[in-house]
């Protein structure tokens, strides 16, 4: 997934003067550095393809992050499925009703996507992680084994309950949610904590199913 620029953890800037017009890509038409490679496992549709709810949805995604990612242009295969995904992240990334910073987020993000081996939230959630830490070089460690990072107690604790809820989820129990509340966590919070690493565990695995290409401003300097 692609972070959502905010307050907390300025990544991919949004357009000054107001979105672009989105731009039609054909079926399997990929952007560098992904060479011939197709976006996805599935065509893509082209933008003239689009359903009316859909092009709005990527006009909202587009005013926001300053493009349209390869994970949204993907899902829309199935119209309905692109709609309900970019809604809800848009809606869990807003600083305006988050309960965690944008670091917390994109820590979270980063653990889980790590966690699944998913490349391309790992290469994005890097990014912003770097940018919200206004420290790349931590961010890529982080990505690489968070273990081997000198984390504070409260980053440790968000890490640990990320790659629990990734690779064991059925053991994360009241412990875990009462070293939540003791680090300061609201029970509010707590649970957005849980949300966050749950989709991206969700979104970990669309990606990785359909080997969605990363984009182009990943790699941009």
Not at 83 to 104: K, T
């Amino acid at each position: 997934m692609n972070q959502i620029v905010s307050k907390h953890a300025p990544s991919l800037a949004p357009r000054p003067d107001g979105p672009a017009p989105v731009r039609g890509l054909r079926r399997h038409e990929t952007l560098p550095p992904a060479g011939s490679e197709p976006m996805s496992r599935f065509q893509v549709p082209e933008t003239a393809d689009l359903t009316p709810e859909l092009e709005t949805v990527y006009a909202e995604v587009e005013r926001t992050l300053g493009f349209v990612p390869h994970w949204l242009r993907a899902l829309s295969i199935n119209p309905d499925t692109a709609c309900r995904i970019a809604r809800l992240y848009l809606h869990l990334f807003d600083p305006g009703r988050s309960h965690l910073s944008g670091a917390e987020r994109e820590l979270i993000a980063v653990v889980a996507s790590s966690t699944n081996r998913c490349s391309y939230s790992v290469l994005n959630h890097t990014r912003a992680l770097g940018a919200a830490l206004d420290d790349a070089v931590r961010a890529r460690r982080i990505a690489l084994d968070h273990h081997h990072i000198r984390l504070s107690q409260r980053e440790r604790l968000l890490a640990d309950v990320a790659e629990k809820l990734t690779t064991s989820p059925a053991s994360l129990g009241p412990g875990e949610l009462d070293q939540l509340r003791q680090a300061g966590f609201s029970e509010p919070a707590a649970l957005e904590v849980l949300e966050v690493a749950a989709f991206f565990n969700y979104m970990n695995r669309l990606t990785l199913a359909l080997n969605i290409v990363p984009d182009q401003e990943f790699f941009a300097h």
